[in-house]
């Protein structure tokens, strides 16, 4: 595999990633949601393995197996999990102003792309120009927390936002150094146990996952 | 040579005991003396924090673990602070949470969590101060929120849960964000220093720090700000902080609002520093001292509309801390020292206040300020502490939050005048919005919902005296060990 192909495959993959983030933008079941996330789990890992080959970069690998391992197949398995024990797999969220969100998602793309110009001009790296899309993912999931509404897909755009941070050290610099990468992998664990004990909590308190119920903190005035 | 080894020694045993500790706590469970066990590892990590500051105190910064651990006297102060506070606070705790229990409140496995939990607290805590890497320095930081988020809603009411739900997303949102900053840390310096773990060490970036890249730098910064700005509890980012320290227990208030804050504000001081040193300019501090102002201003006409005592004192500590961020942008030798002692007085005046406020609701079953009376005649320690701890925290000499906010207001007439009004209006309105508050809380005949109980002493006296000590008289060791800290964040 030579640089051009290797560059080609890592943009399509990066594409990938954006269309899967611009789909949980307005996906409204909770299965499809949990889908939506494992492919773009999956496109990342593969995405790494890539990178990895070409720059021989190998400790790369390790965290595309991670990738692979916690993204792809242990936080949507806990997902599921979750949702079959709450039986909430049915629920379908009522998701407003779908154009003017996704018109808000274009914005942060052009953002993104003109934030991190100056850095693509210093990078020599063949996986520079991936970078406005790792921080438009970043972005994206953040604008999926403000927009929706319940406690799963909140989660879920949390976790979104976390798998740009990752396709953002990728493609910025090949990867952090690998102690930081684990320690961050340890932390996203630990904060499934305790979103999966959260969405108990929610759930037998407010009978429902709707987070907009919980509004009892507002500012007396 | 064998002061190497003293300092691995100090330090392995600072981390160790907590981490262990949790362990222990989360196996023994909620049996008699998990209490007493949780005061003994406190009490033996503050030791060792203690020593820790002795060896750096004789020997000057040192690296220590493979340059894993970075110890000099900014970070070993506030470590020396971090353990002691969360001694006193486990010694609060002990009466506190068992009448909280006998209360019906929290039941046995609750306790058994609370203990495991409030140890692994202090762990990363005191890993987020003593790590010389940045990237460890933020998975520290999300662990401490990790492990507090379940603490804030142990009471398991819909409020305590909203609250602790709004800590989650929020903090993660914003420390997100910061994430995001040290990735770009990481791509300026490896330009530098190469790949490699190596590239992410404090003193290796700071040792370079002129020569990475400013426009990328000045970028990583806007979002550290935010990231750790949001766990400072900086306006605007600050809507989940009055919520999680309000509606915990109070042990938890009490360490979140003393200490949580301090680590936070201390990774952005950090990373101030690199900022400041590679592009030359001071356009870090400028961003920094925005967003203390504003705190400071919107905190204090906060303070003035709270209706819970515990909400009230989580603005006070959002005031507080955008004092510090604003001296510490400020910058210069004077402001610098000023905000360092600010964060030692805030603290431990914030933590007294917390403990005080505790048993004040206790007394009454409720945090509503209309409810409180009469605790002055009610129980003379809780009354005078409390009214002590709110003269000390709006800055009344002569206790040491006085002498920090002196230097700071000194600093700012000299080197920004025109902000020194907006200063000391927010100054102003939070001493009135507090006094008049408290002033009715601690006067008065005793309400009849009032119950007897007895508080514990040792932890708000300890604190107290400490405060006014500091405010009547620095002692040498510390002058001397803020002026050197003063000299590392230049």
Redesign the interface.
Known sequence: MDMMTAAHINSLLAAMVLLTAFGMLVQKRIYGLIHLFTWQGLFLSLNTAVVGYVASQHHLYISSVLTLALKVIALPYILHVLIHRLKIHKEVETVVNIPTTMLIGLALVVLSYHLTSPIRELSTLITRSTLAIALATVMIGLLMMITRRHAVTQIIGFLAMENGLFFAATSATYGMPLVVELGVALDMLIAAFIFGIFFFHIHTTFDSLDVEQMARLKEDE | MTAMVNTSTMLLILLGVPLVGSAILAMVGDRKGAAELNIGASLATFVAGIGLAIEVYAQGPMLAGGKFFFVDAFNVYLAVLTSFVSMTTAIFSRRYMEREREHGRIGYRRMRFYHAMYQLFIFAMLLCLLTN?V??L??AM??AT?ST??LV?LY?T??A??????Y??LC??GI?QA??G???L??AA??VLG???D??LWTNLNAVSGSL?P??LS?AFVFLMVGYGTKVGLVPLHNWLP?AHS?GPTPISAVLSGLLLNIALYALVRCKVLVDGSTGTHRAGDIMMGFGILSILVAAF?LL?Q?DIKRMFSYSSIEHMGIATFAFGLGGPLATFGALLHMLVHSLAKSAIFFTVGHASQMHWTQEMDRIRGLFKGNPLVGWGLMLGALAIVGMPPFGIFTSEFLILTATMKQSPLLTPFLLLGLAVAFAAIIRRVQSMVSGEIPQHQVRMKAAHVPVLLHMVLVLAIGLYIPDVLHQWFRTAVELLK
């Open positions: 890497n990237g460890v933020w998975i999300e662990l990790l988020v379940l809603s398991r819909p409020t849960i909203e609250a602790a739900w709004k989650f997303i993660g949102v997100a994430l995001f040290t990735v770009l990481y791509f490896e330009r790949a490699g773990g590239s992410l890249e426009t990328v970028l919520d509606e906060s509309r209706k």
